[in-house]
């Protein structure tokens, strides 16, 4: 009996693209008083273009205080590429931008971004292990510490020099008196006899 011989084909498989890169990626902190505002800098260069309808998401921002929102206002030169707002979610931290019809993230130039959180309450270190995604990119680390909130030092007594140099106020047992001379933009001390004046050679 005569069988014809059979052949096996391999599977040709369809080559592999490699992921994109982001070129830059970084984050820069705003002001850190705690319950403050705190408008934070995104900038973005891709190493491809990203198309309308794709998104970029910023992980890791946890301890702030704003609320969930869908439309989180978006400033800066590249607000509109986003539609000038984010989906924000409070409990991960997370900020969602998505590239608006008819635009696109370019390649080889930097897209800026501004967006406002609040600090927390509280004072304490910030976040660290900040991360930027996008569907076929390398996820990028962004380096940095934020949403750190520091007690913010407010001077009550604002007078002009002539009348807190008249002034004896009472001081609590081992503390001073801070005032702020409106006139001269000095600071003047209060050691419980007299004021030293530390003057403002800016």
Known sequence: MFVLP???FGVVASPTVPPETFDT???????????NDNTLTFTVNPSASISAG????????????????ASLTVGGTGAAIFGSSADWTQSSGTLV????????VPT???????????????????VTGITLASSGFITADISGTFLNAVAVF???TRDTEANIKTSTPTNPSGEVNIAFGE????FYIYDGSAWYIYNNDS
């Open 154 to 156: 407010n001077v009550s």
């Open 25 to 35: 990626a970084t984050l820069d902190n705003g002001g850190n008083g705690a319950g």
């Open 183 to 186: 006139d001269t933009n000095d």
């Open 54 to 69: 794709a998104t970029l998401t910023i992980a890791g921002l946890t301890g702030s205080q704003t609320s969930d929102n």
């Open 97 to 104: 931008l998505t590239v608006a019809g008819g635009q696109s």
């Open 6 to 8: 059979t052949f096996s």
């Open 108 to 126: 080889g130039s930097d897209t800026v971004i501004t967006f406002t959180l609040t600090n927390p309450a509280t004072t304490n270190a910030g």
